[in-house]
């Protein structure tokens, strides 16, 4: 303990004055933007769930789809939660594959090299690409030449999920220590064998967190589907063949109706989205929380 | 076998792990060349939708030439000018760039400089569940239950500035719920926690020993906000704030249902305008002929700005978390 004889005691308390108060007006911004990110949230969920939960019910889910005069409580959205389990299905079993191979590319074998910095860089630019874009491009190679059908609408969103899945498993692969790979090397292993035994099985738990997280994303677009699988209202269990629907593109539709009954089941149908959005956010949280075994 | 002793000998340079043996499987070739392939799909991906895009959207550049930046948007007459949708556009990224960015770094510095490590967390939770909320909801909440009530205030707000210079012009009558401003604000909501969590990530790379540096000079925390993280990362917030910019630019359904539809150029903020996703959405239904076409070639612009500003972007913000890293 330095014993300060003789000075002036050292005050380290916060300045006063004015530099106080800026200080703290500072703080009280900070929180001022986070309550102003709250409100809307809060507003749109409330307003969702109020209006939502009186409509929901296991009917409500699989009701063929009315006429959208048809009062609230007829019909359903039964063929758009058919249209959209079927489609995102599709476009989860192309993306996540083919961008968990993608990830192993830049983190086992491209490395610092050019290729694997240039398909890392673009992967996040083509995150950046807007969901629309991915539609009219799956319109411009597939719908002109095939005709409308979920299998579409599972392309576009499979373009739009392929960039955030690469993205999610390559740093869930660059945690994954070096002596685990060096290890079973030793052991004489190929390299094939270690990504596929030793590496991924290390990772799996944050691989499939990032890749629940992309499918609760393309489960909420709208812009990819309009111009793929045409939004009929009628069911089509047959994902490759023909016009489909899913519950997005109902919701947008009915939104801009002037009935009331439509807009009562585009609320419902919201509501229906927004949990299924947030059960996927949760488990994938739990996969995180339960089966991480490398983290920053 | 004396590739194993030259491994393992002390003299070879550190690098990443390799195996042994140098003879290898087939399947072992096989695997990397499908991992490489699937590598490769981004880049062949990037380009397919360049050339297909463009290759339906050329009998729009054909028939309209340098027409297609023209003001005059009317399918019925067959004139496809886009100028309104391009202004749209970049108004309703502008207004949503300047509500979001300043709340988006504020919640940022909050999370990295303020609150404790177990509390920002949930705030990191909370942010992100502005994301989950799938756009077509908040066009949904926009249009039936927003839209509605801030047409009072924009009304409320018109008269009071009517007759003014600048400020009637910006904010006074026509007024509309279903506005350019509706659909920034609502812009707004939607790229908060993207931005957030970059500029939040850029923040983090600020080395604690500046900061530390600032506090034993004796400054406060906004000193040292303003004096050490801010110089240094500065830099990347602007990219994170161009990327919020280009999510601004892009996203479709929320401004499909709330910017008003209508084909106008007018430095009137609360009047109802259109933009380019907007109005591919809302009219490719009933489109065919030079319309798709000139609604695809919009589609082709809007791709050809969202690549250049997040290349722009990721270039700024991967340099600045090398330059933090290093």
Do not use: C
């Amino acid at each position: 303990m330095a014993v300060i004889t003789g000075q002036e005691k050292l005050d380290l308390r916060e300045p006063k004055g004015w530099r106080r108060t800026k200080n703290r007006t500072a703080t009280v911004l900070m929180i001022t933007a986070f309550v102003l990110a709250l409100v809307p949230l809060v507003f749109v969920l409330i307003t969702t769930i109020a209006k939502g939960i009186s409509i929901i019910s296991w009917s409500f889910l699989t009701q063929p789809i009315p006429p959208q005069v048809a009062p609230a409580d007829q019909g359903g959205i039964g063929p758009a939660v058919l249209g959209t389990i079927e489609i995102t299905a599709v476009a989860t079993a192309i993306a996540v594959p083919l961008g968990i191979l993608g990830a192993i590319y830049l983190n086992e074998y491209g490395g610092k090299g050019v290729l694997a910095r240039l398909i890392g860089f673009f992967s996040d630019v083509m995150t950046g690409v807007p969901s629309i874009v991915m539609g009219l491009f799956l319109f411009s190679i597939w719908v002109v030449y095939f005709g409308f059908s979920g299998f579409a609408g599972a392309l576009a969103l499979a373009a739009l999920m392929l960039p955030i899945v690469i993205r999610s498993t390559d740093e869930m692969l660059k945690l994954v220590p070096n002596p685990l790979r060096e290890g079973s090397y030793a052991l004489g292993a190929t390299k094939a064998r270690v990504t596929l035994t030793v590496v991924l099985p290390a990772a799996i738990g944050g691989i499939v967190s990032g890749a629940l997280l992309a499918v609760a994303r393309a489960a909420g677009e709208t812009a990819p589907l309009l111009f793929t699988i045409l939004t009929v209202m009628t069911a089509n269990p047959n994902v490759f063949s023909g016009p489909n629907t899913a519950i997005p593109a109902q919701i947008f539709s009915n939104a801009t109706s002037p009935y009331v009954g439509a807009q009562d089941r585009a609320w419902g149908a919201a509501l229906t989205l927004i949990v299924i959005a947030f059960v996927l956010m949760i488990v994938a949280r739990m996969v995180t929380a339960r089966f991480t075994r490398f983290s920053r | 076998m004396s590739t194993v002793t030259r491994q393992a000998g002390p003299t070879v340079p550190a690098g990443p792990a390799r195996p042994l043996s140098e003879r290898r499987p087939l399947g072992d070739r096989t695997f990397q060349i499908v991992a490489l392939v699937a590598g490769l799909l981004v880049l062949v991906i990037l380009v397919l939708i360049a050339v297909s895009t463009t290759q339906q959207a050329s009998l729009w550049f054909r028939t309209e030439g340098w027409g297609i930046f023209g003001t005059n948007w009317n399918p019925a007459a067959n004139q496809f000018g886009a100028l309104a949708f391009i202004y749209g556009t970049a108004i309703t990224a502008a207004i949503a760039i300047i509500l979001a960015v300043p709340v988006s770094v504020g919640i940022a510095l909050l999370l990295t400089e303020v609150v404790p490590y177990r509390w920002a967390r949930p705030i990191v939770y909370v942010i992100d569940l502005l994301a989950v909320v799938p756009s077509v909801v908040w066009g949904l909440w926009g249009i039936l239950v927003f839209a509605p009530w801030i047409e009072g205030i924009y009304k409320s707000i018109g008269s009071g500035v009517e007759g003014i210079p600048v400020l009637g012009n910006l904010f006074g009558p026509p007024v509309s719920g279903a506005s350019f401003f509706t659909a920034g604000i609502i812009l707004a909501f939607m790229i908060t926690p993207i931005v957030t969590s970059l500029s939040r990530e850029v923040i983090a790379t600020v080395p604690t020993i500046d900061k530390e540096g600032a506090y034993a000079l004796g400054a406060t925390r906004l000193e040292m906000i303003t004096g050490a993280v801010w110089p240094h990362s500065k830099g990347g917030i602007v990219g994170s704030v161009l990327l919020g910019l280009g999510r601004a630019m892009g996203e479709t359904i929320a401004a499909a249902l709330v910017i008003g539809s209508s084909a106008t150029i007018t430095s009137h903020l609360f009047a109802p305008g259109d933009s380019m996703p907007a109005v591919i959405a809302n009219q490719f239904g009933e489109a065919s002929g030079v319309f798709r076409s000139a609604l695809i070639g919009l589609g082709v612009l809007l791709f050809a700005f969202t690549v250049i500003i997040n290349v722009v972007a990721r270039a700024i913000v991967g340099g600045a978390q090398e330059q933090g890293s290093a």
